[in-house]
Structure formats: C-alpha cells, structure tokens
C-alpha cells in the first residue's frame, strides 16, 4: 500500500499515519521528495479497513494498493491453468466445451426434444433453468424441482453433463442432487452466503459476472467459493450494463484474455445474454473462441416463438448446428478443438 | 404492447405474429402504413415472455411496452405518497428523517459512543450493520447476533430506532427480532428470495438500489417485497456505478424527482455511498434534501481512523453535528422540517 | 509516479527501467520489498508518454501517477476562488447566477419574448444557440449570425449578458463579436482547436463537460484554454451518459463540490441537458444550489411545444418564475445570495 | 412515431397533441384503448425538435420513434455491402484488411523502420499520427506536415496506403494532399464541421467510434459525411468508456455484427485503443476477425519503450509478426481472406 500525503500536511499529521499503520503490525517505508511525501507500507495482507481508515485523514491526498487482493483464483499464486472435470468433461483444457439448452426448462416435452438438438449438435452440457431470477415478480419463475427432475431425465437419455442456477442457500443441497455444475447468476453473484454454501459442495460452479462487477471484484467472488474448499470454479462472461440500448448488455470479450492474464480459472462466454438478438449471437460465440473461451453457453430452444423466456435471444435448434462446424474450424485455428458433431451424433 | 414490423415482411409473417398474441387472450389493431406496419397488442397484463417470444421472429423489428410494468408501487394506481409509521417516526411525510451511525457495529463502545452523538445531533433513527457483505472475503464480516444485541441497547437507551442490513432469506427472522427497519444493501437488491422473506414480515424495509439498477428495476424489486403484503418499503439512492474513479459511484439525485414522479413510495439518499469521501457529504446532504429526499441515511464514526469498514466516508460527530443545522434551514426552504437539534438533546 | 514491478522480475529487468526513467532526466527511489519491487519516480513532470512507455515492459505490473497533471487549474497552485467578472455580472462570487434562455435563436419574436421573460424572473445571462450541434444531419442547426445579432439585440433592450455556443475555431472571431461568454458544448470539449482558439481571445468561457469525461480530463481541458493565457474559465455540468434511460443522462452533482476540491473555477449546473424533462428541472435546480454551484443554466422557451430543439426539458416562463423564489431560500441556505425577483423586475 | 397519452388526459389535451401533429403536415391514427390512449403519427421524416416539442406536453406519457433517423448510411435503403477502393486496396469485400503503425510519427527514421516492418508482416495500410488529440496540453502533438512528408516517404518507399488523423477543418485540405484515407478521431466523432468538411473531399475516411455513441448516433454522424456526397465511409470499433478500470476502454465488439446488420458500411476493429495494453492485443484482433470485422487497426511501434504515445498499447513488429498467420487462419475459418505474409514480402 502506498499513501500520499498531501502537501503542506504536518510532521505530526505524518507521524500520526505512521503510527496508525504500525497499530497493524506493519512497517513504512517514508520517502520525502520536493513536494511529495509517499508512505509505502511493507507487509501482507494490507486490508481494505485500513486503506480505508487511512483515506479518512484530512492530511491524506490518496492511498494506492500494490498487491492483488485474491490469491486463490490468481494466476501468480498457480500459474497453471486449472482443468474442472465434470464426470468426464474437461473444462479448461484443449476441446472448448459446448454448454446449450434452453432459458427455463418448461415442460418434459420442450426440454427433451431441445435436448436432442443440442446433443446431436455436438453441446457436451445441458442447460435449463428449473429457478429462475425474474426482473418482475409477475413473472414465470421456474419449474423448481420438477424442472430438476426433467434435467436429469434428458442427462440420462442424451448422456449430456447438466448446468443449472442455484438461487439461495437453502436450495443449495436440492439443486446438487441434480445438476453436475452450479450455475450462479449475474444477479447473485454477490449473494455472499450463496457463494460459501456452493463453496462447502466441492462440486463444479459457474459463476456469472455481475452486470457492474469489475475483474478483480469478480475474482475475489470466486475466492469466496474457493475459500470454502471449492477449486472448482469457472467464470462467465455474459455482458455488463451500459449506455447501449441497441443491446441487451454490453458483452467484454476482453475479458477473456484478461482472466487468462490474471488467473488460472476457466472461462466460459454467454453471447446470449451478452448480445439479447439470436441474430447476434453466432458472430459472437465465434469472437470468443477466437478470444480463448474454454466454452460457450448458448440459449437454444426448440420453439422461441413459444418460450416462457428469452425467446429473442434463443437460437433455434437448426440454427445452432450451422453453428457448430463454424465454431470447430475457429477453434482449430487457435489450436483447440471442440467436439466433432458427428461423434456427438454417434453418441446419441 | 406495439409491434413494428420489419420493412418486406410478408402478410403471412403478420398474420404469424398476430396469431402468436391471439394465443395469449390478447386482441391487436393492426395499422398498415405506407412504409411501417404496427401491431398494437391490447389488453393487460403484456408479459416479458411474450415480448421477447415477438422479438424472436424473424419479422418483426422491434417491440416497445407501453404499459408499465410496476402495480403495487406505481403512483398512478396510488396517487397518494406513503407514509411510513416506524413505530411513532413517520418516513415519507413532512419531516425528513435522519439516520445516521457506523458503516458496522465494531464493539459496545463504539457503537453507544456513537449513537450518543448521532442522538444529540438530531438524528432519530441509528444505523449499524451486524452483517456486512463484502467485496473480499478476508475482510470483517460483522458482529452478527452480538451487534444486533448493541444495536438493541442503543435502541433502549437513546430512544433512536434502528436499522440494519439483512443479507440472506435464513435470517430475517433472527434480524427481524432487533431492528425496525430491515436494510436490503445494493448488492442483494436482486436477492428475490430474500425481498419475498422480508415482504412476509410486513415490517418497514429500505431497499438500495443496485449498482446497475434502472428506475423502473428498482421499482420492480418494491413490487417483489409488496406482493407478499407489505406496503411499507422505502427507497434508498446510494449511487450507481460510473466511469469516473475520483467518487466510489455516481451518485444520482435526479432518482429522487424521478421516484416521486413514478411511485407514492418514501425516497432516503445515501451520500456517504454516493460519494465515498467524508468531505463531499456535506454539499451531497444538502442536495439531496433540497432535491426532495424524505431522509438521509449517513455514515458517523466516533473514530474513522480505526474503523472496520469506510472509515473514508465517515463524518466524524462533530462535523455531523455541524451539518443538522445546515440541513434544518435547507428542508425549510423546500417547506419541510427537520427534527430540531434542542428537542433530540432534551431526549437525550 | 511508481512503478510495481512484477514478482520474479530479473535484477537486469529492474535495471533496464531505472535507466530508462534516467534517461529523461528523473531520479529514482528504490524500494524492495519481500515480494514487492517499488520504483519511485521523483522529479517533474512526468508526461504521460513516459508512463505510458514504462507500462510497455514486461517486467513492469503497473504505473500509478502521484501528481496532478493540471496547474493553472489547480486550487492547490491558485487556492483563492476565481470569481469571473462578465462586464459586471460576477461569476463565482457570493451571488449565484441564473443563465436562462431557449436552446436555440429561433426567431426575434420568440428571443425577445423569452428574454423579455427570464429577465423578470431574475436571470443576469441570456442563453440562446446561434449553431446547434445536432445528432441528426437532418434538423435545424440553427440561424447563425442572424441569431446572434438577435441575441445581441436582446442584450441592449434586457441589459442582460448573453452565452452562446462556439462549433469550431472559424468561427471564435463572429461569436466573439456578440456574445459575453463563449459556449463550449459537451460534444466539443475535446476539440482542442477550439478550446486554443477560444484562449487567445481572453473573454470569458463556459466549458460543459463531455459525456464521458472523468473530472480530471475536465480539468485538463480547461488547462487548454488557460495556457493560452485565458483565466476566465468556468465549467458546467450537464450529466454523463449512463445505463438509466428514463432521463437524458445521468445528471452528477457530486461534480460541484469536487471540482470545488480539485480547482479554483466557477461550477454552474445544467439541470435541463441533466436530467432532459421539463418536470425534472425544479427539483434539480434547487438541488444543484444546496451542492454549491456557482449558477444554473436552464432552459426557458416561451413556447416549448413549438421549440425547434429540447422542447421537452425546457421550462415555461411561469414556471420558471415561480422556480426563481425557491432559488433564493436554498442560497440563502447556504450562504449565497440570488438576485431578487424585485430589483431584476425593476431594472427590466 | 407513436405517442402514448397519460392515464387521466381529456379530449381537449388530445386533440390538441394531434393539432400539434397536423401542422407539421403529418397524419395520425388515433387509438383509444381501455386505459392506454395511442397515437400513430404517419409520415416521413420525423424530427426530433417534433419528438421533443410532443413530450413537453404534459399529458403525454412517452413518445417512440419507429423509423430510422439514418437513411444513407442504413442497409434498410442500400441492401448491398459498400466496398472502399483505396486506390487498389479494397476494404469491405473479401480481404480483411490490416491498417499497422505507430500512434505517432515521431521521426523519419522510427516511421521507415516501422513502415517496413509492418508491411513485411502483411499490412496493406500504415497508419500514423501528425496531428494528435492529447488529454494534456502538456504531450507532445505530433509533427504536423513534417509528420506528413514522412508519411507520404513511407508510401512511397513501402507501396502501402496512408491513413492518418485530421483533428480540424482548417487542416483537412492540408492533409488530404498526403493521405489516403481521413481518420476522424474518437474524441472529435461529434464535430459536425470536421465531418462535413471531410464529406466535402469525397475522399475515404475512417469514422472512429466515440467515448459515449450509440450506433444509431455512429451512423448518424457517417450520415453527415455521406450527406456531403462522400459515400466513401468506413467505421471503426475503438473502445468505448466503462467502469472497469483495468482496460483502456469496453471493446465492444458486438458493435461489428451490430453495425453489418443495420447498415452497408465496412467496420474496422481497433484492439489497440479498445484494449489499452499490447499482451490483450492478440486475442482481440482474433477475435474481431472472427466477429466479421473488414479490418484491423493495430498500434505497432519500432521501440515501444521510447514511443512518444501509447507505448503501452504498442506491439513490437516480432510479436505483430507472429500474429498475422493466426489472423489469417481466422479470416480462412469465415470464409474470408487476409494478404498472405509471402506476397506482402514479395512486394517489398
């Protein structure tokens, strides 16, 4: 940490920051310039309450941190890259991994039949909402734990792996009886207690980015889980909020590459929600593999027109398998691979 | 709900969309212009899902809303302003109220220290959080059931009410217990789970606006506590999230006109969020009053220097003490008043 | 400036910066920690093409700059408060000025009829657009010098001092023929040429901010305009582009008592491009007086609903009338004085 | 246009909204729901001083536009891609083509050795700055026409194209003797007489996306140089302003697909500024091919630590190097092409 003191501040109002720093246990390091006066402090881990508590100084002109606040998700700490095996599914190495289903799981029929689509067209994971964050409550909220059991109907059937949203702690032990991968959403993903509880099941999660939330906030999100035991976690990019009304969100793809430099977690790209247009959203999923995307999550859905949620941002099923190929010549050209559909057909 | 459609749809394309909105029980008014073809949607209530099912088609250009999509909290189904009763401290009529107090309970001494002052300095509801969400999970996270007991003994002793953050559906109840007015903090305004717990308890709420919340969002989230039953839910701006670093958000104001124009709902401002620098509290509080606010909620520390938590944003008693008077002959410019530093110090 | 060098840097890595930053002439303080390598730069200035060439290395981790980039706007070099004389209105004095006026010149009749008007109210400065930067090639763009001989023409039968916007350096020399105060619009407040050009002629500016423009690029631009040798620089604040759509932007008042902090300039607030709806003005306003600017700029049209610009976020002249009273308790307030609605009617 | 009337308005506030309509010569459709009165406004062009002088009115609860404010710039009127033909290289057809260079032109020498560089590595355009928009008046701002000379030195030496930056109109016939290509800035994307002046030329130009535009502003401001019978118009993604602070800008690339599907223009990605920091760069180029992008424009510099400006985002010519063959895989995987390194060598 690093303070600047403002000028014309006193011997004692200098002495005085000093003192409270050392309260920490910590040692300064003072340099008087003409003009300048910088504090650096020495010793780990620098809190936020004091960086804080140093700021409320009238003599204070502004205070600096110089080490990361994360270590668990940080790349420093484990420079190699983390691989999550899903039951079989690796997510994070070579093959970039296909994550597609639709919004909400509705009913047996929409899911099953949205299902095979996905499988055929080569999507290694299955996702479906069965609880469903809703910016109105009047809204349709989800299928709860019939929608479960349908998931693990279609995981059993198409030997696909299963995503789904998690939304409150308490549903936390019903949710794992059926999903392989947490899902926690852009809405919750500062939903602390949600964070840790995900974090005791040492199961796989995926946790959205927040449509505010900077890249380091993000993955000091991740480190809660991870404080609990959890390695598990891979980060999702699905857009932030900005002035742009053309699109639902303003999707970072920069993100990619940023989380790959700072951490060793996998990450997966949502152009669904980071675009809102199903006509966006092929030129996207190929940007971010392009990017370095360990996957995608795409919406797709047997019948937009009729979706309970996200339909404009859906995919149909055909669509989605022009797709594919175009995604696997992309992923060569970075050097990965990504499921050939014809042995996902084969599997089927 | 109005359907424009695309330029060279084709009258099977029309009929298609027209039928889809027949489905729900919807009747339309078709106008065919020269040039643009609108399909107006009548009848109420449009849902998300069918507005997103319509931009789903291939045909069809846009869709505005044109009914709102908030009932409970809307001034147009309730002209008249809500006034809160919090056990004898009225929020949302002539007086603006003052909440001030600790960003966390640290200790029985700090807080009682504290709530003295704030006592005398006029304000008539404390603050202090037991439960702190925070952005790294190695900082404090609150008292918890011990803070809520401090909070309940300043209650006792200085006649101040108090509020306090709830930060997960599990403890409301246990919150619920000590505070007369549930917090519902930025970050878990999307925490639907725990808007319908805190609705349940039909207890006075205060509900901050999310970082990256739209006005109509925020109302929205309202809605979520009032369908459980519980009419008495104010707002809280505390700054949304900007470009500029110098402030820690951006503090809107224009969300308190705006609030009272859409909802009959009671409006606090948060400068010490808003702004995140002790020193521009003062200008921020005098602006938010002067803008309409029906509180303030500020953070105080009896010693910022060694707070646990935004110390930098804390006004020390003192420069809070200097502060009421200011905000007194501000609220009577906008014919309002401002409860009187002699009556708060005869109750002391 | 101080660099953070990265973890396992080499001592060759280390010494390869040192001489680089030597090279221009600055000295070095060398600090290493355990696990953290601190070069501090001492020496001024330092120029943003050296930090920015620092940052290029692979062994740096981050560059923090310690000193302020602006001077001649800086209260730190100038703490007295600059009050701007405008041909005897002054302008960040105890008084606090109203500006008011149409958006655009549109015709005499409208002009006199509105400057008749605002000058009854107690506004000391006409507004009023002679060129009109449009978003669209396809509205009026104003009627250029026609309009300024008009606006000039209300100056001698109102005695009231006349703004107007300034598009592009060719046209410094006309506006300035005109007008007391140049005008330089949001859209425009990087165009350097301009804010060069409007320096040399010495008279006094009014610089809005940009839509997104951080406080101290705001102050660097009116460094532009003061190294030309021009002091009478005020800003305005007219709100940053943010994600709410329901007002024009996000309207931050918090500018004013940080531009307060940061600089010796007048601050005036423009409530009407801040918040882009008529019914939002008086709120704000008064708002913008308890925050301490230093004068409002409000849009007047005596006939909004044939205004040929902003006809939405402009106020009737009876609204504004009444507005004008409430003004003048929220200065009194807090200070300050606003010219009284009797003596302005006297001298019209 | 569509107007929607408040709850609660009479038939005189009506009638006289549609009068209001009527005398601008446009027709309407009046539509009187239960609860939602609508009025359709039929006619071509709608203006926005008629939009806004609409919801001055106080019964009017919110207007929406319906058509398009861009004509000449919307695919909608011109269906076919536009191709550039700059004097034999064509941007906007097959060939993604890649735009290479210093920021600025600092001195003959860093010019040639980077010119030759980037066109040994593929590039078909140099790209260069003698006219720099700087956020201090304090940097450096290029050469000028030195900077021109030099540039015009390289083309001829290296057989590449110019695009080079013009920042006013009085210089815009001054630079067009030496470039090739107009590049209108970020920071000056809304200065309306730049843009009419280039649009005057009729010679190509590159039209960088501003802080804080949204597309249909974009194509608005193409619209002013197209008005001015220069079809020759090519937009450029760059970045725009967020919160996240660890990047320059948001590179938002869904602004490619966005930008294909509302209009006919070619779109140039420009990783350099979007990104901030040279390590994002490659990624980002990739993936801007990847999302359909005609073009890159990417900061490279001979001596980065020694760059006059944006050292930071500056790759070397090794690493550019490195990366052109894993574009072209790219541009191969959509079905595009990208200027094979052998010929670009040959050429040289």
Not at 18 to 28: H, P, S, T, Y
Not at 66 to 87: N, Q
Not at 120 to 129: E, F, Q, T, Y
Not at 308 to 314: F, I, K, T, V
């Amino acid at each position: 940490m690093i303070i600047i003191m403002k000028h014309g501040h006193t011997p004692e109002q200098r002495e005085d920051v000093i003192a409270r720093v050392k309260e920490e246990g910590l040692d300064v390091h003072l340099s008087v310039g003409e003009g300048t006066t910088i504090i650096g402090v020495i010793g780990m881990p620098i809190l936020d309450s004091l960086k804080s508590a140093i700021e409320s100084r009238d003599a204070v002109e502004q205070v600096f941190r110089v080490t990361k606040r994360y270590k668990l998700a940080s790349r420093e700490f484990h420079p190699e890259s983390t691989v999550i095996d899903v039951d079989g599914v690796k997510i994070g190495g070579d093959e970039v991994v296909i994550m597609a289903g639709p919004c909400s799981v509705e009913s047996e029929e929409q899911l099953m039949a949205t299902a095979k689509a996905v499988s055929d067209g080569g999507a290694k994971v299955l996702r479906g909402g069965a609880f469903k964050p809703r910016t109105s409550p009047y809204e349709f909220r989800g299928m709860h734990e019939d929608g479960l059991k349908i998931l693990a109907q279609a995981r059993d059937e198409y030997g696909l792996k299963i995503i789904t949203e998690v939304m409150t702690p308490a549903d936390v032990e019903l949710v794992g009886r059926y999903t392989d991968i947490f899902q926690i959403g852009a809405r919750n993903c500062q939903n602390y207690q949600l964070l840790e509880e995900v974090g005791r099941t040492g199961k796989p999660a995926m946790l959205k980015r927040g449509m505010a939330v900077q890249y380091e906030e993000w993955l000091l999100l991740a480190e809660y889980i991870m404080a609990q035991g959890n390695p598990n976690v891979m980060l999702c990019e699905r857009g932030v909020r900005g002035f742009e009304t053309y699109t639902r969100n303003i999707f970072d793809l920069t993100a990619i590459p940023v989380v790959k430099h700072l951490s060793h977690l996998p990450i997966i790209a949502d152009p669904s929600h980071g675009t809102g247009h199903w006509h966006l959203i092929p030129a996207m999923s190929l940007a971010s593999v392009a990017a370095g995307a360990d996957g995608l999550i795409v919406e797709v859905h047997n019948d937009p027109s009729h979706a309970m949620s996200d339909g404009a941002q859906s995919l149909k099923p055909e669509r989605f398998n022009e797709l594919v190929p175009q995604l696997q010549q992309i992923a060569a050209a970075v050097g990965r691979t990504l499921a050939p559909v014809e042995e996902a057909v084969a599997a089927d």
